[in-house]
């Protein structure tokens, strides 16, 4: 039942979502209403069906079966390896994204505080209606 985003039950979520079908479009809230009522037998018979289906595949060939179940074995091994190929992709990319934004920052801040200190520094030239009077 956990492929289910909801489950066959009563509640709020479900009653909105029943409510809201029948807003929108009457049989949607009747589908939803159904699925409150005998989600739970349905879902038992899709997963009967899916065993069954699972069990009419095989040959009766013991060889090939082993060798099948091999075969699917090493497909899951490589799927599992790609799925954590991908999450390490991801956290390269999150801290690559990370370290850009901290140089960007780094950057604003040498500029900001560059831009201060040379306004804060006093004016050491000497002013154009001074220059040539004697002191």
């Known amino acids: 039942m956990s492929r289910f985003p909801i489950r066959p039950a009563w509640s709020p979520l479900t009653i909105a979502l029943m409510v809201i079908g029948f807003i929108v479009w009457w049989p949607l809230g009747l589908a939803m209403l159904a699925f409150i009522i005998w989600g739970d037998r349905l879902i038992a018979w899709w997963d009967e069906s899916q065993h069954k ?3 009419r595949g095989s040959t009766g060939n013991e060889a090939f079966e082993e ?5 699917l074995d090493r497909l899951e091994r490589e799927r599992q390896r790609i799925e ?3 999450v390490a992709f991801q956290d390269f990319m999150r801290n690559l994204r990370k ?4 140089e960007e920052f780094d950057r604003f801040m040498r500029d900001k505080h560059g831009a201060d200190a040379e306004a804060a520094k006093p004016d050491d030239k000497p002013s154009a209606g ?3 009077a004697p002191a």
Do not use: I, K, V
């Open 67 to 71: 060798y099948r179940r091999s075969e």
């Open 84 to 86: 954590e190929e991908a």
């Open 130 to 132: 001074t220059a040539g």
């Open 99 to 102: 370290a850009r934004d901290r």
């Open 53 to 55: 289906m699972q069990a």
